[in-house]
């Protein structure tokens, strides 16, 4: 066991409920083939990093794939009405293992390398929170040292405040933030386009 802990959100590959704002664009396998992709290309990141870490996948729902997680690693099933309190349970459940830093990531960031995971770990031994800002105002990485309910409850999820919100929320809390490098989501079609590895998959179908 390590200090720190980086759990990964997921979904399961069930045609029709991944990438949904996508799969309107371009249609649901195909969605659902950039989603797998992405999956792919996150776990192969974080297999790269240069620093003692634990993983954990965490899916949305019970599924074949939650039961027979890729191998080389284990899940759990994301618990809470939404998404924050789902974050908020995975941060406390960090905590209640034993683990000094949790870090919590998303398969939406084919631009999150491994040395940005490096640099969330390193900066939690000197700040508070590690936030990592996306393009479109939300994040795809957050990791703390303490499991804080004020900045994930009632947020206005898929909106372009989220980021905003969660520095405000810190700050009136007395945390000290740090901020990684802007990185972009894969929501939509124009997302996709800056990927021709992605883009790819599209014309097999």
């Not at 000094?100 to 960031?109: A, F, L, N, P, R």
């Given at each position: 066991m390590t200090d720190?802990?980086?759990?990964?959100?997921?979904?399961?590959?069930?045609?029709?409920?991944?990438?949904?704002?996508?799969?309107?664009?371009?249609?649901?396998?195909?969605?659902?083939?950039?989603y797998q992709h992405l999956v792919k290309m996150t776990l192969a990141e974080v297999e790269k990093v240069?620093?003692?870490?634990?993983?954990?996948?965490?899916?949305?729902?019970?599924?074949?794939?939650?039961?027979?997680?890729?191998?080389?690693?284990?899940?759990?099933?994301?618990?809470?009405?939404d998404l924050g309190i789902r974050?908020?349970?995975?941060?406390?459940?960090?905590?209640?293992?034993?683990?000094?830093?949790?870090?919590?990531?998303?398969?939406?960031?084919?631009?999150m390398k491994s040395d940005c995971l490096e640099n969330a770990v390193e900066m939690l031994d000197r700040f508070d929170l590690v936030l990592g800002p996306a393009s479109d105002g939300g994040y795809y990485l957050i990791g703390a040292?303490?499991?804080?309910?004020?900045i994930f409850q009632q947020m206005p999820w898929s909106t372009d405040k989220v980021l905003s919100e969660t520095l405000s929320r810190s700050k009136a809390v007395g945390l000290h933030s740090f901020l990684l490098p802007t990185l972009s989501d894969i929501d939509e079609l124009?997302?996709?386009?800056?990927?021709?590895?992605?883009?790819?998959l599209i014309a097999k179908y």
């Open positions: 720190t802990l980086v759990v990964i959100f997921l979904k399961p590959f069930i045609l029709g409920t991944v990438k949904t704002r996508l799969a309107k664009e371009i249609g649901s396998k195909q969605a659902l083939a950039v240069n620093k003692p870490i634990d993983v954990k996948l965490f899916y949305s729902r019970v599924s074949e794939s939650s039961l027979h997680p890729p191998s080389g690693f284990s899940s759990e099933i994301q618990t809470g009405q974050m908020y349970n995975a941060m406390r459940y960090g905590k209640a293992h034993g683990y000094e830093k949790v870090i919590i990531i998303g398969s939406d960031c084919p631009e040292k303490e499991a804080h309910q004020d124009d997302d996709l386009k800056a990927f021709p590895e992605l883009m790819a």
